[in-house]
């Protein structure tokens, strides 16, 4: 099972991965590097908003839908799936009023662009904090490459051949233009994505009387939202502060670094999209055997995938990065550094999954705690000594700190060896 939905969740990583490139090669030449700047450092901002406002109950489909689904609870996967809509998009239309008034109490101090683009990025957190929790709710169903088409691949494809257009027909466009494009190609996407979900519901959950246990459910997301938000800010926390210290131009630059990095960490992306049912599958039905011959093929599959890419992106970068535009070469530094965390991220496996899926997301939320207050302790010294290298260097350690020190904690509570290392485990008798 893992090695067929695995096959096809790789190629639709890999995919999606390219086409998001393309995509943002497409809008760095269309913009330029002062006004992709100012999208980049928007939809950073965004993406991090509208994980907030998923209140971690897109993690929490996931696990509780594979669990329904073995145990033919049927009521309860209908109720919680129209409960987790309730409540992320109230959450998300809050963090959108809120947003955009803290955009025009500043807009004396922020440029026409600025202020246009930060407006429309405020609307689009409802759209992707919904695809978020259907992206969860796929894989929880088991359809797992449906799960990563809709924002992996469809939305950049949409956008990017948007923003293609455009360009032929206007030539140079400001921020505010693209991040217009980027509200209808999610908002495509995420008719795409609600489509799918409806499909792979079971004909019993569709006709089921939805049952709500509203409390139980919050009590194990919000702990995930921890988990994921506190990722989510270990991972952007650099691309701010670079912003914000350095300006938009050097965030975009960094910006496109980082995502050229992505490459090298898609096999670990794809194979945690499909572990992450079977990891609860298993720890619920009690199977310890299989659940440690999945997580091996999965930290297996990503090593070897990031090993390769990392080296081809290594040897090319400075004129892969020239496709973006010559002011992006700079990012090269950048690449380098956080391709050393990748590798590590990918050698240790699904870590944060398997402790996710199997009820200790307190204890990644705990490590996660405490990494992500000594990057936002020691990322803003770094980038005054060292600039956008010095916010690599500090992310890159603590991101492979983090994964080893999550694989020692996976280790002692569940007896699991996650990383490709043949390390004996201690006898839980």
């Known amino acids: 099972m893992l090695t067929r939905g695995g096959g096809g969740a790789l190629v639709v990583s890999l995919a999606g991965t390219a086409a998001g490139l393309v995509c943002h090669l497409v809008l760095a030449r269309w913009l330029g590097e002062s006004a992709y700047g100012v999208y980049a450092y928007c939809l950073t901002w965004i993406t991090l908003l509208a994980l907030l406002s998923r209140l971690g109950l897109d993690t929490a489909l996931t696990r509780y839908f594979a669990t329904y689904r073995v145990s033919r609870e049927w009521a309860l996967l209908k109720g919680f799936a129209r409960r987790s809509d309730q409540l992320c998009v109230g959450a998300s239309l809050l963090v959108t009023v809120a947003g955009a008034v803290g955009l025009l109490l500043m807009r004396e101090r922020l440029t026409g662009d600025e202020l246009g683009a930060g407006l429309l990025a405020a609307v689009l957190v409802p759209l992707l904090a919904l695809i978020g929790l259907r992206k969860g709710a796929l894989q929880g169903l088991k359809a797992v490459v449906l799960a990563q088409v809709p924002d992996a691949l469809l939305r950049p494809l949409v956008l990017a051949l948007l923003a293609g257009l455009a360009w032929w027909l206007q030539g140079p466009a400001t921020a505010t233009v693209a991040m217009a494009l980027t509200l209808g190609a999610w908002g495509l996407s995420l008719g795409a994505a609600s489509l799918w979900q409806r499909r ?11 049952v709500f246990r509203t409390r139980q459910w919050l009590r194990v ?17 650099d691309v701010l502060l670079v912003g914000l210290l350095l300006g938009s131009t050097e965030a975009g630059v960094y910006f496109v670094a980082a995502r050229m990095t992505q490459l090298i960490s898609f096999g670990l992306v794809a194979g945690n999209a499909v572990a992450a049912p079977l990891i609860a599958e298993s720890h619920t039905e009690g199977r310890p055997q299989r659940l440690q011959h999945l997580v091996t093929l999965a930290s297996w599959g990503s090593t070897a995938t990031a090993a390769g890419l990392a080296l081809a992106l290594l040897v090319l970068r400075a004129p892969v990065l020239e496709l973006f535009g010559k002011a992006f070469v700079a990012g090269g530094p950048v690449l380098m550094i956080l391709a050393l965390g990748q590798i590590v991220n990918a050698a240790t496996g699904p870590v944060g999954q398997l402790l996710n899926m199997t009820g200790h997301q307190d204890a990644n939320a705990r490590i996660l705690g405490w990494i992500t207050a000594a990057n936002l ?11 956008s290298a010095g916010a690599a260097i500090v992310t890159s350690s603590l991101v492979a700190i983090k994964n080893l020190w999550t694989w020692w904690v996976v280790r002692d509570v569940l007896g699991v060896n996650s990383s490709i290392f043949p390390i004996p485990m201690r006898s839980r008798a």
């Open 200 to 210: 792979s519901l079971p004909l019993e959950a569709r006709s089921a009387s939805p």
């Open 221 to 237: 997301s919000l702990p995930l939202l921890l988990v994921s938000g506190m990722r989510q800010l270990l991972n952007q926390t």
């Open 377 to 387: 302790l020691l990322s803003y010294p770094a980038i005054l000594v060292a600039g």
